[in-house]
């Protein structure tokens, strides 16, 4: 036997024997692989599990996200609703005296608009339609009618409007301050606005007719491309 060896003898079932020596030196080396790789092994398993915890945490953060990502955008989309709601709306002096704020539509079946054209030039718009009268028995129709047209900014004070009067912010429009009319089937309607920008800046086209007391029949909003 050589000095600082171990020798590891075998007998096969044929009686023949193996002879295995090996090395002190290979024994402690092969001890140190071993321990290397159990403490990898540990290792490994101790960060799988780090970061198998770690992507749960990750994968419960990004569902609350989800989460609040898709209770902003419902948000979004409702105050985009009201928005789109409140488009158009405008404060007005009933005949009563009330403030009240109203939305585009028809509030009567008495009136109605149509063959609505709008030409424009450099500094101006001009306005044409049909007011025709519904109501039953041909009953003549009184009253005033306003038009507006909206500036792309959609500041109050640069809207254009037909009869000439001022549209302040803050300030009610009054139903006397239209043009009047008279009609018992139907009336053309010549709307000329005068223009401080040019009218490729007004994108929208506000018709509003009232009765003789100050009843809101109808108000139009269009969209307006000149």
Same mark, same amino acid.
């Given at each position: ?134 109501? $039953?028995?041909?009953? =003549?129709?009184?009253?005033? %009618?306003? &038009? /507006?047209?909206?500036?792309?900014? !959609?500041? #109050?004070?640069? @809207? ?35 223009? $401080?920008?040019?009218? =490729?800046?007004?994108?929208? %086209?506000? &018709? /509003?007719?009232?009765?003789?007391? !100050?009843? #809101?029949?109808? @108000? ?7």
């Amino acid at each position: 036997m050589k000095k600082n060896t171990i020798t590891i003898v075998m007998v096969s079932a044929k009686r023949e024997p193996l002879t295995i020596e090996v090395t002190v030196k290979e024994i402690v080396l092969m001890l140190v692989l071993m321990l290397s790789l159990a403490g990898t092994a540990v290792y490994s398993v101790v960060n799988f599990n780090r970061l198998r915890t770690e992507h749960r945490q990750l994968a419960s953060s990004a569902q609350i996200l989800r989460e609040q990502l898709a209770n902003r955008e419902a948000r979004v989309d409702s105050l985009q609703k009201q928005v789109d709601q409140r488009r158009g709306a405008l404060l007005l002096i009933g005949g009563n005296s009330d403030t009240m704020e109203v939305s585009p539509g028809a509030y009567s079946d008495k009136i109605t608009i149509d063959e609505l054209r709008v030409t424009s030039s450099n500094d101006s718009l001009l306005v044409s339609f049909r007011l025709v009268n519904t109501s $039953e028995h041909e009953q =003549s129709a009184n009253g005033y %009618l306003i &038009v /507006l047209a909206e500036h792309d900014s !959609g500041l #109050l004070e640069r @809207y254009g409007t037909f009869p000439d009067i001022d549209v302040l912010p803050g300030n009610a429009l009054s139903y006397t301050s239209g043009d009047s009319y008279s009609i018992r089937r139907f009336k053309q309607v010549r709307a000329p606005i005068s223009l $401080e920008y040019r009218p =490729s800046k007004y994108n929208r %086209l506000k &018709v /509003l007719v009232f009765d003789r007391q !100050g009843a #809101l029949l109808l @108000y139009q909003d269009l969209r307006l491309n000149v």
